[in-house]
């Protein structure tokens, strides 16, 4: 369904210290780096696929607002990698923004957990599995 997500970070170096190990614990295997014209950008891909790619970039405009209602999230096999994820984002310079749990108000089965990254972007690590 989806190509790819981008997110727009203000400090390229911060971000790649605090999506690399969440990359990681995640299962995602880095595929890129690169520097265009003093635009920095670095992606991720699931192991055994070619897409969907998630992106980190400095905006081609300079502008940098972390988007208020936008969220990226991650899917998670079991429960154990949203608390293992939660714990790896924290550590590398994330903020809390809901501690891993089950939300029934979502459906029965959903355990999930919610971050911001270092400037501000929100991103969740979810399981819909059954514990």
């Not at 991720?44 to 696929?49: C, D, K, N, R, V």
């Not at 714990?87 to 809390?96: E, M, T």
Request: hydrophobic share 40%; proline share 6%; with cysteine.
């Amino acid at each position: 369904m989806l190509s790819h997500v981008t997110v727009g970070v203000s400090n390229f170096d911060r971000a790649m210290a605090f999506y690399t190990p969440l990359c990681a614990e995640l299962g995602l295997r880095h595929r890129f780096t690169e520097d265009q014209d003093g635009r920095r950008w670095s992606g991720w891909m699931p192991a055994g696929a070619d897409r969907p790619l998630f992106i980190v970039t400095t905006p081609l405009d300079g502008a940098q607002v972390a988007g208020n209602g936008n969220m990226v999230a991650f899917l998670a096999g079991t429960r154990g990698m949203v608390d293992r994820v939660h714990a790896v984002a924290l550590a590398s310079g994330g903020i809390d923004a809901g501690l891993p749990g089950i939300r029934p108000e979502y459906h029965v089965d959903y355990y999930g957990a919610y971050f911001r990254d270092p400037d501000g972007n929100k991103l969740c690590i979810a399981c819909h599995a059954p514990e």
